[in-house]
């Protein structure tokens, strides 16, 4: 007799799950980005705004403490709501930041609150991508 060589069928990864790795690897480098334009540009930004050395540090720090916070909170997020509403919620939240940056705000205060409300995204979506139910 003639053996049947039985073969599992493997699931298919669904084609949404990569969408979120995108959109961190994306939010991630958006800092990287937005550091070196910062440091590129800091002597404009400095007279612009009429800010010293250490104000103007603040805008790589807002960025990178929001990321860290909202990583943490996301993460509980998830387990309450789901993953993918985390995801796009974070994904909105990056993008109408990025928007808002096109208006050019001329307050030192309300840029470093959209440096926030982008870091507050890129940590949504960015504990998305480290769970496994996207």
């Given at each position: ?29 958006t800092?990287?980005?937005g ?36 990583e ?63």
């Amino acid at each position: 007799m003639a053996e049947k060589i039985v073969q599992a069928k493997l699931k298919k990864a669904p084609t949404y799950v990569i969408i979120p790795f995108i959109c961190t690897c994306l939010a991630y480098m958006t800092i990287y980005v937005g550091m070196s334009l910062v440091q590129q540009s800091a002597v404009q930004l400095k007279e612009w705004f009429g800010v010293g050395d250490t104000k103007l540090s603040f805008i790589g720090t807002a960025l990178t403490l929001a990321l860290g916070v909202c990583e943490l909170l996301g993460a509980s997020l998830v387990m309450k709501i789901g993953a993918k509403k985390v995801c796009m919620m974070g994904l909105a939240l990056h993008v109408v930041a990025g928007g808002l940056f096109l208006t050019k705000p001329t307050n030192f205060l309300i840029m470093i609150l959209l440096r926030i409300l982008q870091g507050c995204g890129a940590g949504f979506v960015s504990c998305c991508v480290m769970c496994r139910n996207v």
